[in-house]
């Protein structure tokens, strides 16, 4: 029997999550979940189609996987795969191609995994992706029990003219409130500390069904434990004035944002169909930190979009310059197929998108170096990981900065009060200073940080 199978994920923390549940429906049915470094019977490829380079990096992999066993059996899924079946099914050696509905029960579509003369691909259409696909995931990053994904949300019913993901993975759906708690419990009881709530637009949960965001989390706080929530990133025009307030007086929230901006310039954001402008986002970012000195903020931002002029992207980077926030995640815009932007006038050159990539690249180093230098001397709350590494253990504050101290295994998986007292490549270093419940952090008057 062909039973070791290696998993790979390309993409987002979603992703990373669906391919956990792919893996789990495996085990269940008596295989072996080997590293993909390790030579495997069976490949599974969940990918991502956000960027030109996600789906080139499919092409890779799969070729590098047949080198590995020429005989292995090539599965590939996920949105890449909902939007060209037929591209995939046309790389050499690819045995069968999954829809984004189809992942969830492959068992169904493959009887025997025995190499093929041609690809099968079972894909439905988009608009008949009204299920949820419940999932959840340790961080890809991490060994151990420490940090969970949990999957509440799919799907979106925005319209960004540069965005694929509403093609790919159909309309916004959620997860019953009930589910959500039962999983959320469920992470809790296997001792992870910290669940990331991710999705595709995680802030519009629950709207099918009478519910939203806030009132999930009002919920999930109530639940017993020692633990706290991170939200993964969440829209400008959704993050509410409440959940900005529900955050701010529950230390099982953490004081950490990722909201998408995309541009600084009002008329790219036109362009880009987003639903807000430059003042509104500005004005949000404003009300987080007069809140929550000493939260952390990231920010995602698009260069290169078709029509963005010099002016624009001047105007994105003297607003993002301005702005109170800790650190970006710079995108450069590519042509995405049966996207509005393929349609836009004024494309941008190649060499100068990687210009104004590099140039926002070099803005984050500087706003996370203040960053960082704003919090010394204060005391945060960290949960450390199980790697050691060299001597040294890392960990997260509920802010996201990455903090590093000596190893000390009495400290993995525990939440930790430290004071940053000083800065090294990229990590915070700190003194600690006691260890105790979650709960108890608060005594501290702690307000945390973000990398």
Request: glycine share 8%; net charge neutral.
């Amino acid at each position: 029997m062909n039973n070791k199978v290696a998993l790979h994920t390309l993409g987002c923390k979603l992703n990373f999550s669906e391919t956990s549940m792919i893996g789990k429906e495996f085990l269940s049915h008596g295989f072996t979940i080997v590293d993909f470094k390790e030579k495997a019977d069976i490949y599974v490829f969940n990918t991502c189609t956000v960027t030109e380079n996600a789906e080139k990096e499919c092409r890779q992999l799969v070729r590098k996987a047949l080198r590995e066993n020429p005989e292995a059996y090539i599965i590939v899924t996920g949105c890449y795969a909902q939007l060209r079946p037929g591209e995939i099914a046309s790389i050499e050696g690819v045995d069968t191609v999954l829809g984004s509905q189809e992942k969830f029960n492959l068992f169904e579509y493959i009887e025997k995994f025995e190499k093929q003369n041609l690809a099968c691909i079972f894909v439905s259409p988009v608009k008949d992706n009204k299920e949820f696909g419940a999932a959840h995931s340790t961080d890809p990053n991490i060994i151990g029990r420490t940090r969970a994904f949990l999957k509440i949300q799919d799907g979106c019913d925005y319209k960004c003219s540069f965005c694929t993901i509403p093609i790919a993975r159909g309309l916004s759906r959620s997860m019953q409130p009930d589910k959500v708690i039962s999983e959320f419990k469920y992470l809790i009881d296997q001792g992870y500390k910290e669940i990331i709530l991710t999705g595709v637009n995680v802030g519009d949960y629950g709207k099918a069904f009478n519910a939203n965001l806030y009132k999930l989390l009002l919920k999930l706080i109530d639940v017993e434990g020692d633990f706290r929530i991170r939200i993964s990133s969440i829209e400008p025009n959704l993050l509410s004035d409440e959940l900005i307030e529900l955050t701010t007086g529950s230390n099982k929230l953490c004081k950490h944002f990722h909201i998408p901006l995309q541009s600084g310039s009002d008329e790219i954001l036109r362009s880009m169909r987003r639903r807000y402008e430059s003042g509104d986002y500005s004005d949000l970012i404003y009300k987080i930190k007069n809140r929550i000195p000493d939260a952390g903020i990231g920010v995602d931002v698009i260069v290169g979009f078709p029509g963005e002029t010099e002016e624009d992207f001047t105007q994105t980077y003297d607003f993002l310059r301005e702005l109170p926030v800790s650190y970006l995640h710079v995108f450069t815009y590519s042509e995405r197929p049966d996207t509005h932007a393929l349609s836009l006038p004024g494309s941008v050159s190649i060499s100068e998108r990687k210009r104004r990539n590099s140039m926002l690249r070099i803005l984050s180093d500087k706003k996370k170096s203040a960053y960082f230098n704003s919090m010394l001397g204060k005391e945060v709350q960290v949960l450390f990981e199980s790697e050691n590494t060299e001597g040294k253990m890392k960990g997260f504050s509920s802010n996201y900065i990455r903090v590093i101290r000596d190893f000390d295994e009495s400290l993995v998986n525990t939440f930790c009060n430290l004071k940053i007292t000083g800065i090294m490549n990229g990590l915070c270093e700190g003194t600690f200073i006691t260890r105790g419940s979650h709960s108890a952090a608060n005594n501290f008057g702690i307000d945390l940080i973000a990398c």
